[in-house]
């Protein structure tokens, strides 16, 4: 089975205090819940096409169900409430080839 990719793009940080809030607790959450791997984390990110988001996360877990369980964890979960509007963001799962 292949690995799987959780990736998150942040378009726009709202609220920066939000944000860090949530940052505390969101990838422990996500590394105690089945994630493998971080790949990439962080702002410093090269323009090539379009308009680059203002922060991505790339997470390696063992395949897409460990991806979602790990999202849908209670530790994610009270993480993810600290956000609460404080990005305008979208986060998806990949399968690995």
């Known amino acids: 089975m292949a690995n799987a990719y959780l990736v998150a793009v942040y378009n726009k940080i709202i609220d ?3 944000m860090q809030n949530y940052g505390a607790d969101a ?3 996500m590394m105690a ?3 493998k791997k971080v790949l990439a984390r962080g702002a410093n ?3 090539i096409e379009g308009i ?3 922060r991505a996360v ?5 395949n ?3 991806a979602q369980k790990a999202y ?6 009270a993480a993810l409430k600290k956000l609460d509007g404080g990005a305008d963001r979208f986060l998806f799962v990949i399968e690995g080839a």
């Open 16 to 18: 920066p205090e939000k």
């Open 27 to 29: 990838l422990p959450a």
């Open 33 to 35: 819940n089945g994630g």
């Open 45 to 47: 990110i090269t323009r």
């Open 52 to 54: 680059p988001p203002e």
């Open 58 to 62: 790339i997470l390696e877990f063992e």
């Open 64 to 66: 897409v169900e460990a």
């Open 72 to 77: 849908h964890s209670e530790d994610y979960q």
